[in-house]
C-alpha cells in the first residue's frame, strides 16, 4: 500500500465520520452548543487547509461556529474537497511546500502530504472531543473509530 493509498483511505474515512456524527447531531432536539462549536473548528480547519493548498480564500474562519445546515453544507465542500485533493495528488503534489501564515501570525512551509495527514488526524481529536461533549449533554455519540469503518465498508458489523 502507497502512501497515497492510505491517504485514499483516511479522506474516505474522514467522510464517513464526519457524516455519521452530523447524522447524530440531526437527530437531536437540539445541537449541544460546545458540541457544534467543535464539530465547525474541525470542518474548518479542513476548509482553511483547502483554501492554503489551493492558494484560494478561506470561505470559513478557524472557530465560526454553524448551525446544523451550515455544518451539513461545509462538510459537502470539505470532506469532499479534500478527499478530491488526495485522488488528484501525485508524489510532487503530495511533496509540494506550501507557505502560509496560521491563524496566530505565525509563517510556515509545510508538505502538502503532511498538512492532508494532519486534517485527517485534527478532525479526528475534535470529533472525539464534540463525542465527549454530546454523552455528558445526556446524548449517546456515534462511534466514529477507523476501525469500525473499516468494519462496516467490509460489511463486518460487530
Do not use: C
Not at 470532506?79 to 488528484?88: C, D, F, G, P
Not at 508524489?91 to 502560509?100: K, T
Not at 496560521?102 to 486534517?119: F, K, M, P
Amino acid at each position: 500500500m502507497t502512501g497515497n493509498d492510505v491517504l485514499k483511505n483516511l479522506s474516505e474515512y474522514n467522510i464517513w465520520a464526519n457524516q455519521t456524527m452530523l447524522d447524530v447531531f440531526a437527530e437531536l432536539p437540539e445541537l449541544p452548543t460546545h458540541a457544534a462549536r467543535l464539530f465547525s473548528h474541525a470542518l474548518n480547519a479542513q476548509a482553511i487547509w483547502i483554501a492554503r493548498i489551493t492558494s484560494t480564500k478561506s470561505p470559513v474562519k478557524v472557530w465560526q461556529e454553524h448551525t446544523l445546515e451550515e455544518l451539513q453544507k461545509l462538510h459537502k465542500y470539505a470532506s469532499y474537497k479534500i478527499a478530491e485533493l488526495v485522488a488528484n495528488s501525485d508524489e510532487a503534489e503530495f511533496n509540494r511546500l506550501i507557505d502560509y501564515t496560521n491563524s496566530q501570525g505565525h509563517q510556515y512551509s509545510t508538505r502538502v502530504l503532511d498538512i492532508l495527514t494532519h486534517a485527517f488526524n485534527h478532525a479526528t481529536y475534535h470529533r472525539a472531543q464534540a463525542a465527549t461533549d454530546l454523552r455528558k449533554s445526556g446524548h449517546t455519540p456515534p462511534n466514529t473509530d477507523y476501525v469500525t469503518y473499516v468494519r462496516e465498508l467490509m460489511g463486518q458489523v460487530f
